[in-house]
């Protein structure tokens, strides 16, 4: 649902630009709680395969189709902070290099495809997994519905940006019934790619998915009396904290699966129009929409443009997407997480103080 130049005015287009800007600078300063030695290349993985599952567009209704968002599948891994950093990468390198989302239209991208979903998918998540049982099974589940939600949520968010700075002048009611209907069908497709995605590391590496930090492990029980009770919270604190595994395998593999997906299995994702683009057609409001600031990259529409081979242009211009999302996204989490402040400074201790403790220790 990348929103091209010329659906919204500009007036409409600079406020949530502004608002799209104070989200970053607010996720900016919150994904320093978030993000960690570990934590912060596991987001540049992220956001690399969220642009490679972006590119899969799957069949949804006759001559319509979808693709992943992310924000449900960023949000439950690496945090909601950091989700939307990770969406705000993505959409920047496809409106600028792949001519994908209009350049004025940034700002309503990243405010409908990255904060709303990543908002909403967050807050229905810990909400499920505050109410059921905590397991992988239901953490799962919780990520099914979270994500499916979310979709609906976002096409109801850019239906709301039309209403107030379209320009066309269609009822809204019908946009709306168009807009979330077909997307709620995008949904279920990105409810299955997410759950399948979380339920995966889940099986291999729940200590790297955020949302169910602290969550999957039932609370430490003392039997008193023949009861069983909840330990106080000094026995849970004796228990020993479990090692540190190498994240190293794990990232290989996700980036090996980045590749492949935008490289190689792209090549078959359906050619028909996305939801916006269908329901646009529909209602008559694509005839506003503007040439692309970018229409001229070597890069655009995802192909290279010197090679005439579609396979080839399209697979190479999936891995050079990769490549340039892992590598910025990880470059700015490492900076987001080295300004990160250290545990003295926060608790208002001096740094001479905290290099003295350090020395006794």
Not at 28 to 40: F, H, P
Not at 256 to 285: I, M
Request: charged share 15%.
């Amino acid at each position: 649902m990348h929103v091209p130049d010329g659906f919204i005015d500009a007036p409409v287009s600079v406020a949530a630009g502004v608002f799209a800007a104070g989200a970053v600078a607010v996720s900016l300063r919150g994904a320093r709680r978030e993000l960690d030695e570990r934590t912060a290349p596991l987001a540049g993985l992220v956001a690399a395969f969220i642009f490679a599952v972006q590119m899969l567009n799957f069949p949804v209704a006759a001559g319509t189709s979808g693709h992943l968002m992310g924000g449900a599948l960023a949000a439950i891994l690496v945090g909601p902070y950091t989700a939307v950093l990770c969406l705000s990468v993505v959409l920047l390198l496809q409106g600028i290099f792949f001519a994908d989302g209009g350049l004025t239209a940034l700002g309503v991208n990243i405010t409908v495809m990255g904060v709303v979903t990543v908002v909403v998918a967050y807050g229905v998540f810990r909400l499920l997994t505050g109410l059921l049982p905590r397991t992988r099974r239901s953490a799962t589940a919780s990520a099914f519905v979270a994500a499916l939600v979310s979709v609906p949520a976002s096409a109801a968010a850019f239906t709301l940006l039309y209403w107030i700075g379209g320009t066309t002048d269609i009822p809204i009611g019908k946009v709306f019934t168009a807009m979330v209907g077909v997307h709620v069908l995008i949904g279920i497709g990105e409810a299955v790619i997410t759950a399948l995605t979380v339920g995966a590391v889940l099986a291999v590496r729940p200590d790297l998915v955020h949302g169910v930090q602290g969550n999957l492990a039932a609370p430490l029980k003392l039997r008193v009396d023949g009861e069983l009770v909840d330990a106080p919270a000094a026995a849970r604190d004796t228990e020993p904290a479990p090692a540190r595994r190498s994240t190293r395998g794990f990232w290989i593999t996700g980036l090996v699966s980045a590749f492949l997906l935008a490289g190689f299995v792209s090549f078959y994702a359906s050619a028909n129009p996305d939801g916006l683009e269908r329901v646009a057609s529909d209602q008559g409001f694509d005839e506003k929409v503007e040439e692309h600031g970018a229409a001229d990259s070597p890069l655009a529409d995802y192909g290279v443009g010197d090679i005439a081979d579609a396979r080839l242009s399209g697979g190479l211009a999936g891995v050079i997407g990769v490549s340039a999302t892992v590598v910025v996204g990880t470059g700015v989490f490492w900076v987001v997480r080295r300004r990160k402040e250290e545990p003295g400074e926060e608790a208002g201790q001096a740094p001479r103080d905290r290099d003295r403790d350090q020395e006794n220790a």
